[in-house]
């Protein structure tokens, strides 16, 4: 570095010139540089160091919201189940005091045959599972009445649009295999363990099997002895028997309604 007055040489960190001793303004120069790039780094430093803060004090504010609304959420929820399991104890005892009676009244019904007036009278309040907390010796004969009761009525709405001839082609098709799938619903009820159920109740749900393939030998020809092999057969070989005998009559393309003979 040169001095600016008289052209020497000096160091540059020399603060007068050795040889004319004037200022060294280079030096001047370069300290007001420095000093100036100082403050500008503190200030820097210290605006960065508050919006971190601030940063970190709002994300601080949004973990605390989260959390509290997810407490508030779990407590909700835990008070329902609360309530529920409340509710359902209360609901059994209940049952556990009147089982009696209403076994009684789910009897009578199961011996007078009445098994869609038992599932009506399920609906109205008596829920079977209810019942069937009270009294598990039952579980598997509500199981068995309800599904019973669907798949009759799928079958007598099957068989009244074949005699009335009153039905379109795609609704007796639909009808078709709302009959099979509720069959084959039916007998995955029956697969289900039976050990704990009283002797009664079983004739009750051996009568409703009978039923069911009394129907399908009546409505749709199925041999007695195929009918009979249902509950035997796996879920899908029962598939196939029933696809095989439950069709709808064939389509005769006509516009709007068809005709089908009695079988």
């Known amino acids: 570095m040169n001095c600016t007055y008289c052209g020497k040489k000096l160091y540059p960190e020399a603060p007068f010139c050795p040889h004319c001793g004037k200022p060294n303004e280079n030096r001047i120069r370069l300290e007001n540089d420095v000093n100036a790039f100082s403050r500008d780094y503190d200030r820097t430093t210290d605006d960065v160091r508050r919006a971190v803060t601030r940063k970190n004090r709002f994300i601080g504010k949004i973990v605390a919201i989260v959390f509290l609304v997810l407490l508030l959420v779990l407590s909700f929820l835990f008070l329902q189940e609360g309530a529920s399991t409340l509710a359902y104890s209360l609901r059994r005892q209940e049952m556990e005091k009147q089982i009696d009676g209403l076994l009684v009244t789910e009897n009578a019904y199961l011996d007078a045959q009445d098994y869609f007036g038992l599932r009506a009278w399920f609906d109205a309040g008596y829920s079977e599972y209810d019942i ?132």
């Open 132 to 263: 069937a907390g009270a009294a598990p010796g039952y579980t598997r004969v509500g199981y068995v009445v309800r599904s019973y009761c669907n798949c009759m009525g799928y079958l007598m709405e099957y068989r009244s649009q074949l005699v009335t001839s009153d039905y379109y082609y795609d609704s007796v098709v639909s009808r078709a295999r709302s009959v099979r799938d509720s069959v084959a619903e039916f007998y995955r009820c029956l697969d289900r363990d039976y050990s704990d159920t009283p002797q009664e109740r079983t004739d009750a749900v051996e009568q409703m099997r009978s039923n069911i393939e009394a129907a399908l030998v009546a409505y749709f020809a199925v041999p007695p002895e195929e009918a009979a092999s249902l509950q035997t057969l796996s879920d899908g070989a029962r598939g196939m028997l029933l696809e095989q005998y439950v069709q709808a009559p064939p389509d005769r393309g006509e516009p709007a309604r068809h005709s089908w003979r009695e079988r």
